[in-house]
């Protein structure tokens, strides 16, 4: 399992992050990366974009998470006061209101 050890963060905005890692696990993250820039490379594109793709992704994912759980559920997953009560299907012999 790879572990993030440390994170320092810098005045200028960026950080170093130290990583705890086996040797395997360090040889599979060395074999990503390089994996990577060669795609990005046959693609014609920079890893930069890629990592902007994937943002967008995630971001977008969210969005879409929020907007089908609003109103249903409150922080902890559960639905709160305010929202309708939970209910079988119709079809049911013995639902609840």
């Known amino acids: ?3 993030v050890a440390d ?5 200028n ?3 170093t992050y130290v990583f705890e890692m ?10 990503i990366g390089i994996r990577l820039v060669l795609f990005c490379h ?5 890893t930069e974009e890629v990592f902007e793709d994937l943002r967008r992704k995630i971001d977008n994912r969210q969005v879409e ?3 089908t759980t609003a109103g249903r559920f409150d922080e902890y997953g559960n639905y709160g006061e305010n929202n309708p009560p939970v ?10 209101v």
């Open 42 to 46: 046959m693609a014609g594109i920079t």
């Open 87 to 96: 209910m079988s299907n119709p079809g049911d012999k013995d639902y609840e």
């Open 65 to 67: 998470v929020e907007e």
């Open 22 to 31: 086996s040797r395997a696990e360090a040889d599979i993250f060395n074999e």
């Open 1 to 3: 399992m790879i572990e």
């Open 7 to 11: 994170v320092v963060e810098h005045e």
């Open 13 to 15: 905005g960026d950080a």
